[in-house]
């Protein structure tokens, strides 16, 4: 299966709001993180993840630093600001809304096998 | 973890990595930084599940997908770093340019404080600007133009002999400005203050190419200069025209009238102090903007092609001589310098290599139109010189430049013909216009140095 590019465009930023709201992390871990969540269905590409990233700095929802580690490497982590926990509040309630909408829609209903004119019935 | 065998292959490998990424102009340094560390990432997991440390790589940087997409998403955030922005002090990536432009900056506002120093220090002699309107007429440029010579053969590390002919050039403007007796009403001084300019400028030009000042490519750099340099002055002076502006009319608002701060000490001291940063702009510039004297030649020429036809049809079709006011020579011997522009500089943009093509024949159809109408100009021209108007510096001067603008046009007419008949190569056409620069040089030296003993001072 794969997730429409749209709707991963979509639930970007969210989900990037999310885990940093878990602590603070860098963009491989993030890629990583995302993967596992979704049980490898979301693949991201680096040209997604990290110009979002850096929308997401220059908006004020998050803030970067550079840290060393193992030597030479230098790495830069992200951490959410207040601005982006607000943001992050705003998205869910957004998301819910949507989330629940699509719910009661499709409560109880066997996943789309059955024939469209059954499934008004 | 991250290699057993070889360390220094992989970090060798990951170099290179990051030179393509850099090259990219939507990546910058820090972002090759962070997708780095992004790879590593990738290759210490891979090493960790079994592979070797080059699969690795391999594998990781497949798996990052190809840069065009990269960037391109990148470009989408960072839009602003397609636009060249200029760094005032360098690129802060390269200590070594930085210090060298930081350096430059210093030496420009120094050469600029001196020009626009200069300006005012006939007036401690007490010369003003309105009692002596014809001295500063003809100074002007020997106040900014040393200066910028100055900046630029510091830049070039001119010789000491270099140095020293450019000094006894400029000494010799001032004296051919001041020392002979002219009259302020007198033709001598009109014609002095419009050549010693030129004269100057090529002296500038000699600074310009102090480290080689044989060789054709860096005369047509020169050129180019010349170009970049007049646009970016005519964008200063724009601005300095809306700073006086609202200057004037604020202060005017509360009473106060600046007229003579702006009209005695900020027009003519910006003025001369913007002839060296600008020339400063281009040489910080020259690899930053694309050149713009040979986009405006682009718009142009196909445009005054279709004027000077239109004109030679119109000349045909009423049989209309043309008629030779006193001042009409001096317009065609601009419209000769327009369409001698108009070529130099699609020249000076043009590849040497590339094979001839319609814009070639384009030019071509622009000279000959040019040459034509000036032929007619002259032959109408030739029977009064003599006796109508008599041996007037003006007229001399005017005929002067018309038959040395004549001959290069002539000349780079029949290059063109041959170049794009594919006779010879466009090189000769380049090394004919780098090789005539000195022709106007002398030319301008003697007008401004014979010219008024010649016509006993008229």
């Known amino acids: 299966m794969k997730v429409a590019k749209d709707l991963v465009a979509a639930s970007a930023t969210p989900m990037v709001l999310g885990i940093l709201a878990e602590g603070e992390s860098y963009g491989y871990a993030i890629i990583r993180r995302i993967n596992e969540l979704s049980g490898g269905e979301l693949d991201w590409t680096e040209g997604l993840l990290y110009p979002l990233l850096h929308r997401l700095e220059?908006?004020?929802?998050?803030?970067?630093?550079?840290?060393?580690?193992?030597?030479?490497?230098?790495?830069?982590?992200?951490?959410?600001?207040?601005?982006?926990?607000?943001?992050?509040?705003?998205?869910?309630?957004?998301?819910?809304?949507?989330?629940?909408?699509?719910?009661?829609?499709?409560?109880?209903?066997?996943?789309l096998t059955v024939q469209p004119l059954e499934g008004l019935a | 973890m991250t290699a057993h065998d070889g360390p220094g292959e992989l970090d060798a490998q990951f170099e290179q990595w990051r030179q393509y990424v850099l090259r990219r102009r939507e990546l910058q340094a820090v972002d090759a930084d962070e997708l780095e560390d992004h790879l590593?990432?990738?290759?210490?997991?891979?090493?960790?599940?079994?592979?070797?440390?080059?699969?690795?790589?391999?594998?990781?940087?497949k798996r990052m997908g190809s840069l065009d997409e990269l960037s391109r998403e990148f470009a989408r955030e960072h839009s602003e770093r397609l636009w060249k922005q200029l760094v005032l002090t360098g690129d802060s990536g390269s200590p070594v340019g930085g210090t060298r432009s930081r350096r430059d900056l210093w030496v420009m506002l120094g050469c600029a404080a001196g020009a626009l120093a200069s300006v005012k220090v006939p007036a401690l002699f007490g010369l003003s600007f309105d009692d002596d309107g014809s001295f500063y007429a003809r100074n002007f440029t020997l106040f900014a133009l040393p200066w910028l010579a100055a900046f630029l053969a510091w830049r070039r590390g001119a010789r000491r002999s270099v140095i020293a002919v450019l000094a006894v050039l400029f000494v010799l403007?001032?004296?051919?400005?001041?020392?002979?007796?002219?009259a302020d009403d007198s033709q001598s001084v009109v014609v002095t203050s419009v050549h010693l300019p030129?004269?100057?400028?090529?002296?500038?030009?000699?600074?310009?190419?102090?480290?080689?000042?044989?060789?054709?490519?860096?005369?047509?750099?020169?050129?180019?200069?010349?170009?970049?340099?007049?646009?970016?002055?005519v964008l200063m002076a724009l601005g300095g025209g809306v700073l006086a502006a609202f200057l004037f009319n604020t202060f005017a608002a509360i009473g106060i009238v600046p007229e003579e701060f702006i009209s005695q000490w900020?027009?003519?001291?910006?003025?001369?102090?913007?002839?060296?940063?600008?020339?400063?702009?281009?040489?910080?510039?020259?690899?930053?903007?694309?050149?713009i004297a040979p986009v405006l030649t682009r718009l142009f020429t196909p445009l005054f092609t279709a004027a000077l036809l239109a004109f030679l049809v119109a000349v045909v079709w009423t049989s209309h001589g043309i008629d030779v006011e006193r001042e009409a020579l001096l317009l065609f011997d601009l419209l000769?310098?327009?369409?001698?522009?108009?070529?130099?500089?699609?020249?000076?943009?043009?590849?040497?290599l590339a094979p001839p093509g319609l814009f070639d024949k384009l030019q071509l159809a622009l000279v000959v139109s040019a040459l034509a109408?000036?032929?007619?100009?002259?032959?109408?021209?030739?029977?009064?010189?003599?006796?109508?108007?008599?041996?007037?510096?003006?007229?001399?001067?005017?005929?002067?430049?018309?038959?040395i603008l004549l001959v290069n046009l002539a000349w780079s007419a029949w290059l063109l013909l041959t170049f794009i008949r594919r006779r010879t190569p466009f090189a000769t056409l380049e090394r004919w216009q780098t090789g005539y620069l000195p022709v106007y040089a002398v030319w301008a030296w003697i007008v401004v140095l014979v010219f008024p003993p010649l016509f006993s001072f008229a």
């Open chain 2, 373 to 403: 109408i000036d032929v007619l100009v002259l032959l109408e021209i030739t029977g009064r010189i003599t006796d109508e108007y008599g041996g007037t510096p003006n007229r001399a001067a005017a005929l002067g430049e018309n038959v």
């Open chain 2, 266 to 291: 900020l027009l003519p001291s910006g003025a001369a102090a913007a002839v060296v940063v600008a020339g400063w702009l281009v040489e910080a510039k020259q690899s930053v903007v694309e050149n």
């Open chain 2, 40 to 61: 590593r990432g990738s290759v210490d997991e891979l090493v960790a599940a079994g592979l070797s440390p080059d699969e690795a790589f391999l594998v990781a940087v």
């Open chain 2, 336 to 352: 000769l310098v327009v369409v001698l522009g108009l070529l130099l500089y699609s020249l000076s943009a043009r590849d040497p």
């Open chain 2, 198 to 233: 030129i004269a100057l400028w090529l002296v500038v030009g000699l600074a310009y190419v102090a480290d080689d000042w044989r060789s054709s490519r860096r005369r047509m750099d020169f050129i180019r200069f010349t170009g970049e340099w007049f646009i970016y002055l």
């Open chain 2, 173 to 182: 403007g001032a004296v051919a400005a001041n020392a002979y007796p002219l």
């Open chain 1, 58 to 111: 220059r908006l004020g929802y998050l803030e970067s630093s550079w840290q060393a580690v193992a030597g030479e490497r230098k790495r830069k982590y992200y951490r959410v600001t207040d601005r982006g926990l607000a943001e992050l509040v705003e998205q869910r309630r957004q998301w819910d809304t949507v989330v629940g909408a699509l719910k009661e829609i499709w409560h109880d209903r066997a996943p």
